[in-house]
């Protein structure tokens, strides 16, 4: 019956998963770039939140609150003053410098952070340890369930936005079309100053449930961008809830695998990564109706 | 329009002057970097066999990068494969410079189904799979106790050699491989394989349509480059003597990569190796500065990738016109100057 | 008054000239034909207008003011819209929503998603179709009230007729004459030399990015305009083409 809540323990874990795949997800479908950088934002944020803790009692939740429109303008900053330049160059150049963020920013934490592994788990209060018991080999904990809900709200946010919002659209519709979309009264470079923005936001969320739920040191980015990435493949990229599907069946992976043996939890996810990249259907990007 | 005559006497070379001088120049310095152990010591000679190992990375991901349009960011995958293969072989009585060798072949080999599979994929997808491949084959790596598991494991079959001698073969080995590859490297871009590749970075689509063989093109490319990765993983073992999964299978390597070959000139032949020698002295200046100097790099890449993204070379190569390979094409026209076609 | 004033206009796609040196004045309320074979140079032109194009040289003036720096997006809030070759519709968006989103950066006008609909009436029933469903007819349609949504006041049209069957371009048409009528500033693009000449009151005639010939559509007889299109006469005083 192990296998059961393993499954549950998974699904609970793609929470985290599609909170950190969504961000990427993003600013994929918008701009078509993957940002190498983007795990490493997240731990950024986590960052953040301690220096808030640090002078403010509160609970983690509530610390990101200023945190956020921090990210916000660190984002839209970051994407008109950097990448904007580097959209131009050709699929290479957006690769490159966000890897070369990444190492920046990894080294600036270790700097001014010290390479000890940290955790907010500790002043996250009673939800951190609370859980439910379903039956007698499954329960449900409470920052699982907490972290998963998060997700889905936020993906649903997200949704709404670019469904129905007249900015949503348009960033839709600068996402299919960037140059026309100059034409029709769109300026192309704000709406995606404004997608990176929510992209490194809703990272830096990522970053404080992983925080919470488990501990974070300045190089512990990379590891959250593959899983991110490979949430996202998963998943499909038809829409954004596929970034949340895609993190379920990578975090039910991952548990599966720890449940067979501890050392093969990471391995799993990466084997059900190259086998859905090695499908037909596998690692095709394309936003949906893409083409016309 | 009236049709023209044809020029007369028009002659297709490949070689122009300097090209000549300047491989005819080359070709004693490689002599004397042969002399390398004989006459410097065994600490400068470890600190070449650094320099050449850095070169051949450079190649190869410029090989990926440049010539076939494939960022890798998981070439770690055949530096650690190279260099835990030496080890599986040695452990099963080889001897380790041969064992080198054969590590290297065994990452070519593998390297072929392996691209059937991430060949499919194109720009980001690309780069991140080869990332996770890396990592997972660390990972299964990292579970054999026979090759140290997750702490690590040396070469103690090479203490069987002098410092001295093992520190001389060791960079014969290296130098040997490094020219073998940039060689392999040279002859491949020079052919018509060459120029079928151009094409299928200025425009797959285009080139495909041509009959140009795109995905066997990027094969080719991408089974040299895991063997050139191999043999540096290898010989990063025999120079260094110890490695372990988390450092060998890291993507600090692709950092590496990236930096030189950004810097020195990606899609050039000599760029990469002039960004090698650039990382080579950074290192050396800088390497015990810890964080700052990873800044530097990161930093570095950054603005080469948005400012500079031909590179050193490849912005002289723009603004002087030097080329210093016969590695394009020259029309010389009769009682004028010589005028340049395309590379 | 004049509304739109090119001067010295040279516009390049890397190396290549596309656009050598046009200089060009459109009056309000003028309708002017831009004609000439693929490669002239007229939809660069177009697009040099809408700041989609940045030009190497040269200067365009609106209403008075310099605008060569100033962006597409921006232009379109002073009242410059184009209906791009191919239509370009985003795909994935309905009618409705390509409609919307031409229409947040606009001027004040009697054009509303409402009012389109009522002057394109077979966009009626398919509001909520995705535009990649659409078909020329209805995309060109779709793409016309796009711009007009904005309440230009100079609209530009590259080859609203291209891929089109001819009932759908007697619809497009029939639209651009009531527009006309209502005193709109307009540029049209046009491969069809009849229709050109019929909607236009000027035409000009470009080849190989300059102007070859211009003048007042009634005054240009036929044979003049196919000269200048293909470029014959520069052909035939070369001695390369008899007759």
């Not at chain 1, 950024?44 to 429109?69: C, E, K, M, R």
């Not at chain 2, 065994?106 to 994929?121: G, K, N, Q, Y």
């Given at each position: ?9 998974g699904?609970?874990?793609?929470g985290?998963?599609?909170?950190f ?9 918008v701009m078509?770039?993957i940002?190498l950088?983007h795990?490493?934002v ?13 002078h ?8 990101i609150v ?31 410098t966000t ?6 920013i990894q080294n600036?934490l270790l ?15 009673s939800?951190?340890t ?15 369930a ?7 709200a936020?993906?649903?946010g ?39 923005a ?17 501990t ?13 990435f490979?949430?996202?493949v998963?998943g499909?990229?038809g829409s ?19 449940q067979?043996n501890p050392?093969y ?28 | ?13 490949r ?6 001088g300047?491989t005819?120049v ?9 002399l390398?152990?004989v006459?410097?010591s065994?600490?400068?000679t470890?600190k070449m ?7 051949l ?8 990068a440049?010539?076939g ?6 070439q ?6 190279g ?15 041969r064992a080198?060798?054969?590590?290297a072949?065994f ?19 690309f ?10 084959v ?5 579970f054999d106790?026979?090759?140290g598991?997750g ?5 103690l ?15 014969w080995?290296t ?15 020079r052919?018509?394989?060459g ?13 495909a ?8 093109g ?6 040299l ?16 003597l ?6 060998i299978f890291?993507v600090?390597?692709?950092a ?8 020195g000139g ?22 015990n ?5 990873l800044?530097g ?27 210093l ?6 029309l010389?026209?009769?009682?004028r100057?010589a005028?340049?076609?395309?590379e | ?10 516009a ?19 309708t002017?034909a831009l004609?000439?074979?693929n ?5 660069t ?18 209403a008075?003011?310099d ?7 921006d232009r379109v809030r ?23 989103v031409?229409?947040q950066?606009t ?13 394109f ?12 469903t659409?078909?020329?007819g ?18 530009l ?11 759908a ?15 709109s500033t307009?540029?049209?693009v ?17 080849l ?7 003048g007042?559509?009634?005054e ?14 520069r052909?035939?005083?070369a001695?390369t083409?008899?007759?």
């Amino acid at each position: 019956m192990g296998w059961v809540n393993a499954v549950v323990q998974g699904v609970l874990l793609g929470g985290v998963y599609a909170l950190f795949a969504c961000g990427l997800a993003l600013m994929f479908g918008v701009m078509r770039i993957i940002n190498l950088a983007h795990g490493d934002v997240a731990v950024l944020g986590a960052y953040l939140v301690l220096v808030v803790l640090d002078h403010w009692n509160v609970s983690p939740f509530l610390a990101i609150v200023p945190v956020l429109p921090v990210m916000l303008i660190i984002g839209y900053v970051f994407q008109r003053a950097v990448l904007e330049r580097s959209l131009r160059s050709g699929v290479l150049v957006p690769l490159l410098t966000t890897f070369g963020l990444s190492i920046v920013i990894q080294n600036l934490l270790l700097e001014k952070f010290s390479p000890d592994v940290r955790s907010l788990g500790g002043q996250a209060g009673s939800v951190v340890t609370a859980s439910w018991q379903i039956t007698s080999q499954i329960s449900i904990s409470a920052i699982g369930a907490l972290t998963l809900g998060v997700a889905v709200a936020i993906l649903g946010g997200l949704q709404l936005f670019l469904a129905k919002t007249p900015a949503g659209r348009r960033m839709r519709a600068t996402a299919q079309d960037p140059d026309t979309a100059e034409l029709v009264g769109i300026d192309s470079r704000a709406v995606y100053a404004r997608a990176t923005a929510i992209a490194v936001a809703i990272a830096a969320i990522g970053g404080l449930f992983l925080a919470v739920r488990s501990t974070f040191d300045p190089f512990a980015g990379p590891t959250q961008l593959i899983f991110a990435f490979e949430a996202v493949v998963i998943g499909g990229l038809g829409s954004l809830w596929g970034t949340l599907a895609g993190g379920i069946v990578l975090g039910v992976a991952q548990t599966i695998g720890e449940q067979i043996n501890p050392e093969y939890s990471a391995l799993a996810g990466h084997l059900v990564f190259l086998v859905v990249l090695a499908s037909p259907r596998g690692g095709i990007f394309r936003l949906r109706g893409a083409s016309a | 329009m009236t049709p023209e005559a044809p020029v007369a006497g028009v002659v297709v070379q490949r070689w122009n002057r300097l090209s000549i001088g300047f491989t005819s120049v080359f070709g004693l310095f490689a002599v004397a970097l042969f002399l390398v152990p004989v006459v410097l010591s065994a600490n400068s000679t470890e600190k070449m066999t650094s320099l050449l190992i850095l070169v051949l990375l450079a190649a190869m991901w410029n090989a990926l990068a440049g010539y076939g349009g494939l960022v890798s960011v998981g070439q770690q995958a055949f530096i650690g494969l190279g260099a835990y293969g030496t080890v599986w072989l040695v452990n099963h009585n080889m001897n380790p410079y041969r064992a080198m060798i054969v590590a290297a072949l065994f990452c070519a080999a593998l390297s072929i189904p392996l691209s059937f599979l991430v060949l499919r994929f194109r720009g980001a997808q690309f780069a991140i799979g080869m990332w996770v491949v890396a990592e997972a084959v660390g990972i299964l790596v990292s579970f054999d106790q026979s090759l140290g598991a997750g702490s690590g494991t040396s070469l103690l079959a090479l203490n069987y050699y002098s410092p001295s001698k093992r520190q001389a073969d060791t960079y014969w080995l290296t130098l040997g491989m490094t020219a073998f590859f940039l060689v392999a490297l040279f002859l491949l871009v020079r052919s018509r394989l060459g120029v079928s590749l151009q094409a299928i970075r200025d425009d797959e689509h285009a080139a495909a349509s041509l009959g140009v063989r795109v995905v066997a093109g990027k094969r080719i490319l991408f089974v040299l480059a895991a063997a050139g990765c191999g043999a540096a993983g290898a010989m990063t073992l025999a120079n260094t003597l110890f490695i372990e999964p988390s450092s060998i299978f890291g993507v600090d390597w692709t950092a590496y990569m990236i930096f030189m070959v950004l810097v020195g000139g990606v899609g050039t032949f000599e760029g990469p190796i002039i960004g090698a020698v650039i990382l080579f002295l950074i290192q050396n200046e800088y390497g015990n500065d810890g964080v700052w100097y990873l800044v530097g790099l990161g930093g570095a890449a950054m603005f080469f990738a948005l400012l500079l993204p031909r590179g050193v070379w490849g912005a002289a190569r723009e603004r002087y016109g030097i080329r210093l390979l016969p590695l394009g094409y020259h029309l010389r026209v009769p009682r004028r100057p010589a005028t340049r076609a395309a590379e | 008054m004049t509304l739109l004033s090119l001067q010295g206009i040279e516009a390049r796609h890397g190396l290549l000239p596309a656009v050598r040196g046009i200089s060009l004045d459109v009056a309000e309320g003028e309708t002017i034909a831009l004609v000439g074979a693929n490669g002239a140079g007229k939809t660069t032109l177009l697009r040099t207008i809408a700041g989609a194009h940045k030009p190497a040289a040269g200067r365009v003036f609106f209403a008075g003011e310099d605008i060569t720096r100033v962006r597409a997006h921006d232009r379109v809030r002073m009242g410059i819209a184009l209906v791009p070759e191919g239509r370009r519709l985003f795909p994935a968006l309905t009618v409705e929503e390509n409609l919307l989103v031409g229409a947040q950066r606009t001027r004040p006008g009697r054009w509303t998603v409402e009012a389109i609909l009522e002057a394109f009436p077979l966009l009626k029933p398919l509001r909520d179709r995705r535009a990649a469903t659409l078909s020329g007819g209805e995309q060109q349609a779709t793409a016309i009230g796009r711009a007009l949504i904005a309440n230009p006041r100079l609209l530009l049209l590259d080859e609203v007729s291209l891929g089109l069957a001819p009932i759908a371009v007697e619809g497009v048409y029939r639209s651009l004459q009531l527009l006309i009528d209502e005193g709109s500033t307009i540029v049209l693009v046009e491969q069809d030399l009849t229709r050109a000449r019929a909607v236009a009151k000027r035409v000009v005639c470009m080849l190989e990015g300059s102007v070859a010939l211009e003048g007042a559509s009634g005054e240009l007889s036929r044979e003049r305009i196919t000269e200048a299109y293909f470029g014959l006469r520069r052909a035939r005083e070369a001695g390369t083409w008899a007759g």
